[in-house]
Structures are given as C-alpha cells and as structure tokens.
C-alpha cells in the first residue's frame, strides 16, 4: 500500500495524468487509475475529486494525485475529507515543503499551468520527500480526525514532571479516549539512569501522573523495556517523545504495522536531567 498511488482528474486533465500514469508505472509505482479516459468529454472534477479523497480518507491509499485546469477545484472539493491534505502546488519548491511540513496525501496539478516535464519534477519532488515530524506533528493532528474509542499509550520515567512531560501527555490525550502511561519501576529506573535514580519513588510518580485529568490510567511495569505492558495493552497508537522519526521507533522497538506510532518532539531546555542539574548549580 505505501508504493500505491491513485490518479484521477477531469477533462482538462486527462492528457497530463496519461503521462503522470505512465511515469510512475516506469518507476515500478503500483497506481490506480480513475479516469476519466476521454478529453473531449467534459466532466465534473468534484466527482473524481470526492472519489479520490474518499480512497484517501479511508486509508486504502497513502497517496493521491489530481488534476484539473487550475488544480483549485480539485484542491477545494478533496479538502472536505477529515483525513485528507490536499495540497495545490504549482512548482517544486511548495512540492516539497507540503510534504515536510504539512505531511500532505494529495497533490492537486493545474494542467493549464505547469507543463509536463514541469509536473512530473514535481511529482518526483513530492513523493521522494518524508513528513519532517517534529514541531509540525502537533499542527498536522490539531485537524486530523481521529477514530472513537482510540487507546494511546505512552511510557517513560516521568521522575520528575516538567513542561515538557505536560505536553507530551496534553497532545497524546488529543489522539483518543483514553490514554495509559506506563511508567518504570524504580528498580528499572535505576538500570537505566544509575543508582542516583530516581528521585521520586514509583509509587509518588503514579500518583502525580494520576492527578493529572487528561491521563486516564498509570501502569508500573518492572523491565526496562514496555514491550510487554504494551503488548497486554493492545493500543491503536503509541505515542513517544524524542528526536526519531516514527519509523526508526517502529524498527526498534519492533511496533506492528497496526500500531500508530506519533512522535512529540522535545521541549527545548525541558528535561529532569536539566531540572536535576539546576538544583545541584543553585544548592
């Protein structure tokens, strides 16, 4: 599914997505096709457009291209999907940044506007660039929908609260109904940080988690690893706070595909590390 690529336009668009069709068939691209086929018969683009975004919306496809003669009608009617980030892009540069920053699923194409070579630049452009998560993960969720019932989990030490750790529990609550923290033991708290560690006590640690209203549930678990808590606990989305990207984290801690991985980016100058080290500076 992530190699597969769906197509669609309206009359003015239908020699460009030929074109389009067959370069990407050249670049071993799985694409669908949904038409129209004949450019002398007009259409109404917000039909291919719904259709389209329908697909995306759902998640049958990752990816989507539509064209029309300006790419704005295309552009208007798929952005009535909660899902969908249909982007209008008329040049490389705005090709690239939409997939950075705003982790589009769409590209909408004005035939009368970019030529061929012009549009397929674009489209390379587009779908060789990755979404640059950090800061822009917090704005893109802000308008993704997000299913009923979903349960997000997170973990850490969480030794001692910071503004960094309020935030991250602030966007994972966004994500579902309910959200699970895990939290290591003391003894596993102390393998990984040393024996200085941790300040306060796993049982103190739940309890200020626990007060906190938009986390639902606190989980000790004992090893240094969530795997297995989270296993038990089955969530639809994992959400994990740090500098990697959602797929580093799904490789290394071996997430099925079935999971949701969000990453939070780090709080600048937020961490109980620097917390730690500014009370030892001013005792």
């Known amino acids: 599914m992530n190699n597969l690529v769906v197509l669609a336009a309206d009359h003015n ?10 370069y990407l068939k050249s670049k071993n691209y799985n694409c669908i096709d949904l038409g129209p086929f004949d450019e002398k018969t007009s259409v109404d683009y917000v039909d291919y457009a719904l259709q389209l975004g329908n697909i995306i919306n759902s998640g049958d496809s990752k990816r989507g291209i539509l064209i029309c003669g300006t790419g704005v009608g295309m552009s208007i009617a798929v952005n009535r999907f909660s899902n969908v980030r249909g982007s209008l892009v008329h040049n490389l540069e705005i090709a690239t940044l939409t997939r950075e920053h705003n982790d589009s699923n769409v590209i909408c194409l004005g035939s009368w506007i970019t030529t061929q070579i012009q549009s397929l630049q674009i489209i390379d452009g587009w779908l060789m660039t990755s979404f640059g998560e950090g ?7 802000k308008i993704s929908e997000h299913k009923p019932n979903n349960i ?10 910071h503004t960094g750790h309020i935030e991250l529990l602030k966007f994972s609550k966004r994500l579902g109904d309910k959200l699970i923290v895990a939290i290591n033991s003391d003894d596993s708290v102390r393998k990984l940080k040393g024996n200085d560690r941790p300040i306060n006590s796993q049982d103190d640690r739940k309890a200020l ?27 639809n989305i994992v959400v994990r706070g740090g500098e990697f990207t959602a797929d580093e984290i799904r490789e290394r801690d071996n997430i099925p ?3 949701d991985i969000k990453i939070f980016p780090l709080v600048h100058n ?14």
């Open 13 to 22: 668009g239908v020699e460009l997505k030929r074109v389009i069709y067959d």
């Open 209 to 235: 988690l626990e007060s906190i209203n938009f986390v639902d549930e606190v989980i000790i678990f004992d090893s240094e690893s969530p795997k297995q808590i989270r296993e038990q606990i089955n969530p």
């Open 152 to 161: 997000v989990f997170t973990n850490g030490c969480f030794d001692i609260l």
């Open 135 to 141: 800061r822009h993960v917090k704005r893109i969720e």
């Open 270 to 283: 937020r961490s109980t590390s620097e917390v730690i080290r500014k009370i030892k500076n001013n005792g």
């Open 257 to 259: 595909n079935e999971i």
